[in-house]
């Protein structure tokens, strides 16, 4: 009988650290699908924006509509990319946050003056515009105030290359913005290039500037208005 119980003792002990490895790995596996979650929930974002756009463009063109959507079909081609090499669903677009592309957004260089700066830059759109910018990248608190606006929206990338700029459908080209990351209190000043679907999109060289490793969306973004177009 003593013999048996030791057994018995042993067994339970054995069952015990398998039970206890079993919720370890599940919470391993539980914490990586939150994270490529948020990856691809991010890419989904911008894929969106820039689909959004796209579907803007189509239905108010004008004579530089087409070089835009050229422009934002290549963008798309290297979300899709990214979302390959995350693992995410590939050609997924979530409507962006605060995407308001139906509801009024400019829908072309018209609406918004300077939009041309899409026009000539290929997948590299506010590259030249944004010539010399920066992108001012340094702690929340590092310069003047400026008057928040987008009270609410999440920040993500456009996808395009270039110096750090941002692209909005609230504020015309030359409008100077700067982006904040709460989580991390990094900002980025930036100014506006082109048009899109977004209050704030930042190109890829801004959004690196604020990031956290791995995500493609920031949902806790302060957004403010610095300097008015032309000032």
């Known amino acids: 009988m003593s013999r048996k119980k030791t057994l018995s003792r042993k067994k339970a002990i054995s069952l015990l650290v398998g039970a206890a490895a079993l919720v370890g790995g599940t919470a391993v596996a539980m914490t990586g699908t939150s994270q490529a979650?948020?990856?691809?929930?991010?890419?989904?974002?911008?894929?969106?924006?820039?689909?959004?756009?796209?579907?803007?463009?189509?239905?108010?063109?004008?004579?530089?509509?087409?070089?835009?959507?050229?422009?934002?079909?290549?963008?798309?081609?290297?979300?899709?990319r990214k979302q390959a090499a995350s693992n995410c669903?590939?050609?997924?677009?979530?409507?962006?946050?605060?995407?308001?592309?139906?509801?009024?957004?400019?829908?072309?260089?018209?609406?918004?003056?300077?939009?041309?700066?899409?026009?000539?830059?290929?997948?590299?759109?506010?590259?030249?515009?944004?010539?010399?910018?920066?992108?001012?990248?340094?702690?929340?608190?590092?310069?003047?105030?400026g008057d928040v606006v987008c009270a609410g929206s999440t920040v993500t990338l456009s996808g395009e290359a270039g110096a750090p700029a941002a692209s909005s459908n609230q504020f015309p080209v030359g409008t100077t913005l700067r982006v904040t990351n709460l989580d991390n209190d990094k900002s980025t000043t930036v100014q506006v290039t082109s048009t899109s679907g977004s209050c704030a999109l930042l190109n890829d060289e801004a959004f690196e500037q604020?990031?956290?490793?791995?995500?493609?969306?920031?949902?806790?973004?302060?957004?403010?208005?610095?300097?008015?177009?032309g000032q």
């Open 89 to 145: 669903e590939v050609g997924e677009g979530g409507a962006g946050a605060d995407d308001e592309a139906s509801s009024g957004a400019p829908a072309g260089g018209g609406a918004q003056p300077g939009g041309e700066a899409d026009a000539g830059n290929g997948a590299e759109a506010g590259g030249a515009a944004g010539a010399g910018n920066t992108g001012d990248a340094g702690n929340a608190g590092g310069s003047a105030e």
């Open 210 to 229: 604020v990031r956290e490793p791995g995500k493609f969306l920031i949902r806790n973004a302060r957004i403010e208005q610095i300097r008015s177009a």
């Open 37 to 80: 979650s948020v990856v691809c929930d991010g890419l989904a974002t911008a894929l969106g924006n820039n689909e959004s756009f796209i579907a803007a463009q189509r239905a108010a063109p004008d004579a530089l509509s087409e070089a835009r959507i050229a422009n934002r079909v290549a963008v798309i081609e290297e979300i899709e």
